[in-house]
C-alpha cells in the first residue's frame, strides 16, 4: 500500500515507503501492491438523489480534482499518507489561487496579490499542475502535463489567460514553501525497531518493516496535535480485550470465518486507500450541488486538510502505543497473560495486514474526519453512491456521510487487520479532526 512520493522539493524520498535495504526488499513489496492495486482506474461516482442531466457540468476546480485523483490511481504501490499531503496541498493552492481573484475565505497561505483580471481557470489549473508535477512519482508527471496542455488550449490567450498562469504559479509557489520543512522528507527516520513483549507492534507478513514511523511528527496542515489524542488500547489481561480478541479471530480469518457473504464484500470495497475513496465521495458532493469553482475549491480543501491531518494525529499514536495487530496477538496468545484468548499458530486474516501499529485504525480516523466535514457543508442526511478501485464492479449505497464512515471502520475488522477498540478510537479521533478543520481553515470572509 506504500509508494515512494516526491517531496516538496521533486524529489523522491524512499524513506516515506521503505526503512532500509530497499533493493533486498523491493521486489517483495512490488509484487504486493501491484497484486492489490494495479492497473485500475478511477470510476466516476454518481449519486441517485439527482439525475444524469441535472448534475452541474465539471468546473476547472472540479476537472482538477478528478485529474489528481487520476494521477495517482494508476501507481504500481502507493503511499496513503503522502497521497493525502499531497491532495490536500494541490487543493489548498486551488482555492488560495480563486481567493486571489475574488476573496471569499481566508486563505490556506497568506500572501498572494490580488488579481481581479486573471482568468480563474488558468489560475486553478496552473496551481493544480505544478503541485502535483512537483509531489507526483516520476511516472504520472506526463498524465499531468497532457492535462495542462489542454486546459490551457482549451483558453483565448491573452491577459486574463497570461495572468491566471502567473497567479496559479505562485499559489502553487506559495503552499508548498508552507509545507517545504513539515518533516514528510524524513517521516521513515529514525528506521522502526520492533521491540519484544507483549502487545508490541511486530513486523505483518509479507511485510519486514514498518512504514513511516515519523508520520506523526509530520507538521499538521491545520490542528493543534495534542488536542486530537487517543487513549491507550485495551489491557491484554482485560475482558475486554479477550472480547475484541475473540470477535476478531472469528470473523477476521481468511479461512472458516463467520463473516457473512456482504461482510466479506465491505472488507474487499473499503480496502482501496482512503484519500482516493473519501476523494471519490466528495466529489460526487460537489457536482452534484453544482458548487461553483470558488465553494467547490473549500470543500475539497477542507476534505483533504482534514484527511492529510487525520493521517498525521493518527501516525502520532500508533507509533506512540506501538500496539500488535491482530495478526501477531492470535498467533502468540499464549504467552500473553490473559486465560480467555486461544492461541492459533497458522491464523492469517482475510486481507494482508498494511505495515503499521494497529490501534488507532486511521483508516477510521480519516473516512470520520471526511464524513464530519462533509456533514458540516452539506448536513449529513444525504443518500449518495460510490464505487472502490479494490472490488471494481460494485457500487455500494448510503443514507449519509456518517453511516458510509461507520462501515469504513467496521471493514477493517471483517478483514481481520483490526481491533474494535481501534476502529473506535479512530471514529473519535477522525470526528475530533473534522470538527476543528471546519471549525479553524478557510472560514468565510462574510
Do not use: C
Not at 497473560?337 to 490501534?359: K, M, R, S
Request: net charge neutral; charged share 15%.
Amino acid at each position: 500500500m506504500f509508494n515512494a512520493a516526491r517531496d516538496n522539493a521533486g524529489h523522491h524520498p524512499e524513506s516515506l515507503a521503505m526503512n532500509h535495504d530497499r533493493h533486498r526488499h523491493a521486489g517483495t513489496r512490488r509484487h504486493f501492491v501491484a497484486r492489490l492495486f494495479g492497473a485500475a482506474a478511477a470510476v466516476a461516482l454518481a449519486g441517485p438523489l439527482l439525475a444524469a442531466e441535472a448534475v452541474a457540468p465539471a468546473n476547472a476546480v472540479v476537472h482538477w480534482n478528478a485529474v489528481a485523483e487520476q494521477a495517482f490511481a494508476p501507481i504500481e504501490g502507493t503511499n496513503p499518507m503522502a497521497q493525502s499531503r499531497t491532495l490536500a496541498i494541490a487543493h489548498a493552492a486551488m482555492h488560495d489561487a480563486l481567493n486571489a481573484i475574488a476573496p471569499r475565505h481566508a486563505p490556506y497561505a497568506p500572501g498572494l496579490a490580488a488579481a481581479p483580471q486573471a482568468s480563474a481557470d488558468a489560475a486553478v489549473a496552473a496551481a493544480a499542475r505544478d503541485v502535483l508535477v512537483a509531489q507526483l512519482p516520476a511516472e504520472r508527471v506526463a498524465f499531468v502535463e497532457q492535462a495542462y496542455a489542454r486546459a490551457l488550449a482549451a483558453q483565448r490567450d491573452g491577459v486574463g489567460k497570461s495572468t491566471g498562469i502567473a497567479l496559479g504559479q505562485a499559489a502553487a509557489r506559495a503552499t508548498l514553501a508552507r509545507r517545504q520543512h513539515d518533516g514528510a522528507a524524513s517521516a521513515a527516520q529514525p528506521a522502526y525497531q520492533p521491540r519484544s513483549g507483549i502487545g508490541e507492534y511486530q513486523y505483518t507478513p509479507p511485510f519486514d518493516f514498518a512504514a513511516a514511523p515519523g508520520w506523526g511528527r509530520v507538521t499538521p496542515f491545520v490542528i493543534a496535535l495534542g488536542e486530537h489524542a487517543v487513549g491507550a488500547p485495551l489491557a491484554i489481561e482485560s475482558a475486554a480485550y479477550a472480547s475484541d480478541f475473540a470477535q476478531l479471530k472469528a470473523i477476521g480469518r481468511k479461512v472458516g470465518s463467520t463473516r457473512s457473504a456482504e461482510q466479506t464484500l465491505i472488507a474487499k470495497f473499503w480496502y482501496e486507500d482512503s484519500p482516493l475513496g473519501w476523494n471519490r465521495i466528495a466529489h460526487a458532493a460537489v457536482r452534484q450541488r453544482g458548487l461553483d469553482a470558488w465553494d467547490a475549491a473549500r470543500a475539497f480543501a477542507l476534505v483533504h486538510l482534514a484527511m492529510a491531518d487525520g493521517f498525521i494525529a493518527g501516525f502520532d499514536a500508533k507509533y506512540h502505543h506501538r500496539f500488535w495487530r491482530p495478526e501477531t496477538a492470535i498467533r502468540a496468545a499464549a504467552d500473553d497473560g490473559n486465560a480467555h484468548t486461544q492461541p492459533e499458530a497458522n491464523w492469517q486474516p482475510l486481507l494482508p495486514t498494511p505495515p503499521v501499529p494497529d490501534h488507532p485504525s486511521t483508516h477510521t480516523v480519516l473516512g470520520w474526519a471526511a464524513a464530519e466535514v462533509l456533514a458540516a457543508l452539506f448536513g449529513d442526511a444525504q443518500r449518495f453512491e460510490t464505487t472502490s478501485l479494490t472490488l471494481p464492479g460494485t457500487t455500494r449505497r448510503y443514507a449519509s456521510f456518517s453511516a458510509a464512515a461507520r462501515e469504513n471502520g467496521l471493514s477493517r475488522i471483517y478483514a481481520g487487520i483490526h481491533f474494535a477498540h481501534a476502529v473506535e478510537a479512530g471514529e473519535r479521533q477522525g470526528r475530533s479532526v473534522g470538527r476543528a478543520v471546519v471549525a479553524r481553515a478557510l472560514a468565510p470572509l462574510h
